[in-house]
């Protein structure tokens, strides 16, 4: 079965960085596109970034690009997701996602998405 186990996250102060890891398990993890999505107190899931199936093709959300950096480790099975200059409203539970059977590319798209982890919290306080 697919699981989907995100780590890493904390209460830090603004400016400071964080790094987000996804340990993934039953499945080919190498085959598969993935992304990181975040859910802040009262608002909708959001697209934070993603990465193609080898990791050479990468995407962000405006309000992390030049910020976050997503990356892939295919021999550890692992996602990462890089968080420089944090700030307040960066504040979420930020999950790992992966894309629906036999996709390789990445997306944007919460609905491109079939298999969620069950978050981790990110504080940034000022």
């Known amino acids: 079965q697919v699981q989907l186990v995100e780590s890493g996250g904390g209460l830090v102060q603004v400016g400071a960085s964080l790094r987000l890891s996804c340990a993934a398990s039953?499945?080919?993890?190498?085959?598969?596109?993935m992304g990181w999505f975040r859910q802040a107190p009262g608002k909708e899931r959001e697209f934070v970034g993603a990465i193609s199936w080898i990791g050479g093709y990468t995407s962000y959300a405006d309000s992390v690009k030049g910020r976050f950096t997503i990356s892939r480790d295919n021999i550890k099975n692992t996602l990462y997701l890089q968080m420089n200059s944090l700030k307040p409203e960066d504040t979420a539970v930020y999950y790992c996602?992966?894309?629906?059977?036999?996709?390789?590319?990445?997306?944007?798209?919460?609905?491109?998405?079939?298999?969620w982890g069950q978050g981790t919290q990110v504080t940034v306080s000022s």
């Open positions: 996602a992966r894309r629906t059977s036999r996709s390789t590319v990445s997306s944007a798209a919460i609905t491109a998405y079939s298999d």
């Open positions: 039953g499945f080919i993890f190498s085959n598969y596109a």
